[in-house]
């Protein structure tokens, strides 16, 4: 059971306005949206959430409601903010602004408050590293789009007390998440290692030759892909049986990409400035309207898969 009413969104940038959304979303909560630039923030949560509303998944006057307990401010000296019971920081990716925010925080916040950072690859031990109460500190990955993907990663650092960390996990549980917890405070967490292991190995495909990136795409897209979201890798390891996974792994593993360093496609790609969709070219060419075609088709997926809409 957690004593927990107060919450502070601190960053009202894309993750921000969609955390302070999920979180609002359950009238235990009362959130406060802290940004150091002026701005509408709610604006941008009503166009975040209008395919929600259109495919009838929630109701435009619901939307209102959350929003009526979203309370934005620029001013760090808020009465709101000494009241805070928890902070998700979702400030820019830069190690001292973090490091300086929860400062400014833990001298203006309750000794009991939970500080969470919602930083995709940071380690939560080295962001804490200069704070009295470290053992309040945990990471909350949320992934993007936060309002739409229902994982939110609960990191330990080396300090967070188990009771910490399991607030958290029943906090994002009471808003309609499904929180897993990584014990170790590791690099990519649990989530990102995965998928970047995956990576590594498409853009090694290609690099060597054996195939083109949209060929790399097609054979994740209808094989493996598909499955994912039923059958995850361990359950389809059981499924198939461990002798068998074991003796596939002795046959291809020593052949897969192990490098420790990112692929020289990727980054003789990156030199070259075919940088993906804001460049209009990186592993393929991209028109615009290609791009916005892919995007939308995205969040039609996520919300056919996660309403059955
Ligand atoms: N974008 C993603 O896909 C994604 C996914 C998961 C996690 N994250 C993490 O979430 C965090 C935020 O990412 P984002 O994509 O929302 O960034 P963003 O650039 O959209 O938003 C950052 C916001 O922080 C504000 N800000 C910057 N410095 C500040 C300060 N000192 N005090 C208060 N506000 C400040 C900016 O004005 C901006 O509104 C990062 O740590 C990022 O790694 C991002």
Redesign the pocket.
């Known amino acids: 059971m957690y004593n927990i009413k107060n919450v502070l969104i601190?960053?009202?940038?894309?993750?921000?306005k969609n955390i302070a959304y999920v979180m609002a979303s359950n009238p235990e909560f009362e959130v406060t949206l802290?940004?150091?630039?002026e701005?509408d923030p709610k604006e941008g949560i009503r166009r975040n959430t209008r395919e929600l509303v259109e495919n009838g998944i929630i109701t435009s006057e619901e939307v209102e409601k959350h929003l009526k307990r979203i309370h934005f401010t620029t001013d760090i000296d808020h009465s709101a903010i000494k009241n805070t019971d928890l902070v998700i920081e979702?400030?820019?990716?830069d190690m001292d602004?973090?490091r300086?925010?929860f400062k400014d925080l833990e001298e203006r916040c309750s000794k009991e408050a939970i500080f969470c950072?919602?930083?995709?690859?940071?380690s939560p031990s080295e962001i804490s590293k200069n704070l009295k109460f470290r053992e309040r500190f945990v990471g909350t990955?949320?992934?993007?789009p936060?309002h739409l993907i229902p994982l939110v990663e609960v990191i330990k650092s080396d300090a967070t007390t188990d009771n910490v960390a399991q607030t958290m996990m029943d906090i994002f549980e009471a808003v309609g998440k499904k929180p897993v917890l990584c014990r170790k405070d590791v690099p990519g967490f649990i989530g990102n290692r995965m998928q970047h292991a995956l990576w590594r190995e498409a853009v090694y495909i290609v690099e060597q030759g054996i195939a083109d990136a949209k060929t790399v795409d097609d054979a994740v897209k209808y094989s493996f892909g598909l499955r994912l979201p039923q059958l995850a890798p361990l359950e389809n390891a059981d499924m198939v049986g461990l002798d068998l996974t074991y003796n596939i792994h002795k046959t291809v593993l020593s052949d897969l990409c192990d490098s420790h360093e990112p692929s020289p496609l990727l980054e003789k790609l990156k030199d070259e400035g075919k940088l993906g969709f804001k460049s209009n070219e990186g592993f393929q060419k991209w028109t615009k309207d290609e791009q916005e075609r892919l995007s939308s088709d995205l969040n039609k997926y996520l919300i056919k898969m996660l309403y059955d809409k």
């Not at 601190?10 to 921000?16: C, D, Y």
């Not at 802290?34 to 630039?37: A, E, Q, S």
């Not at 979702?90 to 990716?93: D, G």
């Open positions: 601190f960053g009202a940038g894309l993750m921000g802290y940004d150091i630039k701005q979702a400030v820019f990716e602004i973090k300086k925010v950072t919602n930083s995709s690859v940071m990955h949320f992934w993007n936060a």
